[in-house]
């Protein structure tokens, strides 16, 4: 199993700033991967975290407003660009292996924009 | 795209009493999982299903996937106040391990005790 710590747990922020959210495995990971999750909804995934190279982004988002590092096998951020109160949402970071597939998710990042 | 349907989306039930949470993909899975969530916590892998019509119990769980490999089931039975909670089944398509979940909407169980 996989530790996962992410920050930060809540944050409430202006609209038109930026925010990054930081996720770190105690294991080297190969999928990393950032979803969001409206307080009682589902949990959308937003894109996948590849390590040295671009993330790959589901429809729907795009690398400008969410744009996403994976400098290592062990950390990942995501941030939430240019902020409108139409991004208050929680946001999880999971982490996984190609073969043994169960996910490991963080305690999510709370974001409100106001 | 690849879609998760889940029902039902609430549950009321009396402490003691069963429940089942039904999920069904559009597409086939090469497996699916369950995954409990705690109101204000993480979603916490419960299992995981790759064969198919493969049935896996935990304790007072059952969990069945379907022969097609495009639908499953959650039973809870004589539910406990403890496993109160929002219950995803989550699809893992073609692509494997390099691909996300892609979650259902969830069953949301609430328990009177």
């Known amino acids: 199993s996989a530790v996962i710590s992410q920050k930060p747990s809540r944050d409430i922020c202006q609209r038109g700033t930026s925010l990054t959210i930081q996720c770190q495995v105690d294991?080297?990971?190969?999928?990393m991967f950032w979803y969001r999750q409206q307080p009682g909804q589902s949990l959308t995934l937003i894109a996948t975290?590849?390590?040295?190279?671009?993330?790959?982004?589901e429809s729907g988002f795009v690398i400008d407003k969410f744009p996403i590092s994976r400098p290592n096998l062990t950390f990942s951020t995501l941030t939430v660009s240019n902020m409108s109160p139409e991004d208050s949402s929680i946001y999880l970071c999971?982490?996984?292996?190609?073969?043994?597939?169960?996910?490991?998710f963080g305690q999510g990042t709370r974001l409100t924009v106001v | 795209g690849q879609q998760v349907m889940q029902i039902p989306q609430y549950q009321h039930v009396q402490e003691g009493e069963d429940f089942t949470t039904y999920c069904n993909s559009s597409?086939?899975?090469?497996?699916i999982q369950w995954y409990k969530q705690r109101p204000g916590g993480h979603p916490v892998f419960l299992i995981q299903?790759?064969?198919?019509?493969e049935v896996k119990k935990q304790k007072r769980l059952t969990f069945q996937f379907g022969e097609a490999k495009k639908n499953s089931s959650l039973h809870i039975t004589a539910t406990q106040t403890t496993d109160v909670g929002t219950y995803f089944c989550?699809?893992?398509?073609?692509?494997?391990?390099?691909?996300?979940?892609?979650f259902g909407k969830g069953t949301h169980l609430i328990i009177q005790p």
């Open positions: 999971s982490a996984g292996d190609i073969v043994n597939t169960e996910a490991f």
């Open positions: 299903l790759v064969k198919s019509g």
């Open positions: 597409t086939t899975l090469s497996n």
């Open positions: 975290a590849n390590q040295g190279s671009e993330a790959t982004y």
């Open positions: 989550a699809g893992l398509g073609s692509g494997g391990g390099a691909d996300g979940l892609t």
């Open positions: 294991s080297q990971v190969t999928m």
